[in-house]
């Protein structure tokens, strides 16, 4: 008998938290588990990265508590014969909890992926009151567990932390893509930084645009390719013509080549003001890119040190543009840092740990359940 898991997430549109729900789906065993995936939005452009033949359903839900939502979702549950409910994030959890464990009887484990803490007293203390019934709680990384325990006041005990893993087969060093060369006119000599990421304002992307604008002053073969698509991109397309950095900067939105992107960028920018554990700085490590990330959240646990990567106070332009300088500056470090980055990686981030983490807890929370 297969345990069946219901994946309750926002969208699937492109972002760290989503890629993560593919790399699970599509690294558990077939013959083991059996995964559904619920959208409570809509779906979007990671779907097509599922590499099984998955039910996929979306509730084009966006707004409020609607109870209709609930009773779609405990049909689902009926229905499909779920097991086991892995909810993302806050409002996923509320509808799955309601769902399972108000109206249902299936176990659940609920994961954190990252936000600003603290937030909203009510929400923290609706999820603490939540957290006693949940059969499993997850965090990404040792800060988002912290904050849990700090903020919302879940019991260390209770949250057991599950790293982000990477597939090192497909994000690795290899050539540059003639093609990708051409479409982003990248020219002999060009310094290229690189980001992927939702356009939000999380991210901080006018951070990253201005340490670019400085950077330029002395170095005059700078790109900036963005990949992502999200609600700033407005925004930012005005700071980027507000700096004179037409010729600069690529928006290149959501893609599906991203292994192959990487490999174009010399050197790779996270600028987050908050971070759980970023899939895509992950990826970049592992395709042996050199890094400079802001000093918040998981960043600083995947760069642990000077020899894997860069980081700088989030807020602090010049410190971003001075370390962007110095890498640029010295093909040598670069290189050495990229090595050791992708070892770091291997090392420490591999996707077969993260699934068989995930494995585990599913069993463990199944067979606690059918007791």
Do not use: W
Not at 136 to 165: C, F, Q, Y
Not at 260 to 277: A, C, K, P, Q, W
Not at 341 to 361: F, P, T, V
């Amino acid at each position: 008998m297969r345990i069946r898991i219901l994946h309750l997430v926002l969208t699937m549109d492109t972002g760290g938290l989503e890629n993560g729900v593919v790399n699970i789906i599509n690294g558990l065993d077939e013959t083991r588990y059996k995964s559904i995936l619920c959208c409570i939005k809509h779906g979007g452009d990671l779907v097509e990265r599922i590499n099984k033949d998955i039910k996929i359903i979306e509730l084009n839900h966006y707004s409020g508590m609607q109870y209709s939502i609930v009773r779609r979702l405990k049909k689902i549950i009926i229905d499909e014969g779920v097991d086991v409910i892995h909810t993302r994030n806050y409002k996923p959890y509320m509808f799955g909890f309601v769902a399972g464990k108000i109206l249902g009887s299936v176990a659940l484990i609920h994961s954190e992926h990252g936000k600003d803490y603290p937030f909203r007293k009510i929400k923290m203390f609706i999820q603490r009151v939540f957290s006693y019934y949940t059969d499993g709680i997850i965090a990404l990384s040792s800060d988002i567990k912290s904050n849990m325990v700090n903020h919302i006041g879940i019991e260390s005990s209770k949250i057991k932390v599950v790293i982000n893993g990477v597939d090192t087969n497909k994000f690795s060093p290899a050539e540059r893509s003639s093609d990708l060369i051409r479409e982003f006119n990248i020219e002999e000599g060009d310094l290229v930084i690189g980001a992927v990421g939702r356009l939000v304002s999380v991210k901080n992307y006018p951070e990253m645009l201005l340490a670019v604008k400085n950077l330029k002053a002395t170095s005059a073969n700078v790109k900036l390719i963005i990949v992502g698509d999200g609600p700033e991109l407005e925004s930012l397309q005005n700071l980027v013509h507000q700096y004179e950095l037409s010729n600069e900067v690529c928006f290149a939105g959501s893609r599906s080549d991203i292994s192959e992107i990487l490999r174009l960028f010399d050197i790779y920018v996270l600028t987050s003001t908050n971070e759980g554990l970023s899939n895509t700085l992950l990826e970049a490590m592992s395709s042996s890119i050199p890094v400079i990330v802001s000093r918040v959240g998981g960043n600083t646990e995947i760069v642990s040190s000077d020899s894997v990567g860069l980081t700088y106070s989030s807020g602090d332009y010049d410190e971003l543009t001075g370390k962007l300088r110095a890498l640029s500056q010295d093909f040598g470090v670069r290189r050495q840092i990229a090595k050791n980055a992708r070892e770091h990686i291997i090392k420490n981030y591999s996707l077969d740990a993260m699934i068989r983490n995930y494995a585990d807890m599913y069993t463990d929370v199944y067979s606690k359940h059918h007791k």
